[in-house]
T-cell receptor
Framework: NAGVMQNPRHLVRRRGQEARLRCSPM?????VYWYRQLPEEGLKFMVY????????ESGMPKERFSAEFPKEGPSILRIQQVVRGDSAAYFC????????????FGQGTRLTVV | DAKTTQPPSMDCAEGRAANLPCNHS???????VYWYRQIHSQGPQYIIH???NNETNEMASLIITEDRKSSTLILPHATLRDTAVYYC??????????FGPGTSLSVIP
């Protein structure tokens, strides 16, 4: 049973380009969460999705950032017109439905904007 | 808006038990206590969780007080590889995981 898979592991983008980060949840998991960790800082919640629905996007920046979790395929975090301040590690987690379930994290995508 | 309070840092001698405390005085009846850790800049690793009973797995033990207002994560025989930031989190199974600053545990040779 593979864990949460994120790709790419490292991504370099020039200012103004788009960044697409992918997250494949664990098999059977229908909930996905995205987090951002700036250098030397803590993990900040961004968005919580279920299949085809955004449940909580209270941590998402109002502009340039979007997320989706389609019926088929991985969850995508999309950052348009990247700026240097977007350079960070982006982590995805997934969990199944049901009481008392744990969320498992991927190894992250490290985005560098040059 | 983490609902827990943890000491910012702790040291533990290699081979000894590491006891990491956590206060969660406002925990609700349907909220679980979860522990995660993050080693260097890797993805957070799930350790253990519980509702009101003590729990044990291959990694650690979780002791929850009877009033559920605090808990302790126990690593029975700490190794250098256990050096990490440990996060205590309270949530229902349907909530997002909110990380506080955690406890930075240093295991000393």
């Amino acid at each position: 049973n593979a864990g949460v898979m994120q790709n790419p592991r490292h991504l370099v983008r020039r200012r103004g380009q788009e960044a697409r980060l992918r997250c494949s949840p664990m098999k059977g998991h229908s909930h996905v969460y995205w987090y951002r960790q700036l250098p030397e800082e803590g993990l900040k919640f961004m968005v919580y999705l279920q299949k085809e629905n955004i449940i909580d996007e209270s941590g998402m920046p109002k502009e340039r950032f979007s997320a989706e979790f389609p019926k088929e395929g991985p969850s995508i975090l999309r950052i348009q017109q990247v700026v240097r301040g977007d350079s960070a590690a982006y982590f995805c987690a997934s969990s199944p439905q049901g009481a008392g379930t744990e969320a498992f994290f991927g190894q992250g995508t490290r985005l560098t904007v040059v | 808006d983490a609902k827990t309070t943890q000491p910012p840092s702790m040291d533990c001698a290699e081979g000894r038990a590491a006891n990491l405390p956590c206060n969660h005085s406002t925990i609700s009846g349907n909220e679980y206590v979860y522990w995660y850790r993050q080693i260097h800049s890797q993805g957070p690793q799930y350790i253990i969780h519980g509702l009101k009973n003590n729990e044990t797995n291959e990694m650690a033990s979780l002791i929850i007080t009877e009033d559920r207002k605090s808990s302790t994560l126990i690593l029975p025989h700490a190794t250098l590889r256990d050096t990490a930031v440990y996060y205590c989190i309270v949530r229902t199974s349907y909530d997002k995981v909110i990380f506080g600053p955690g406890t930075s545990l240093s295991v000393i040779p």
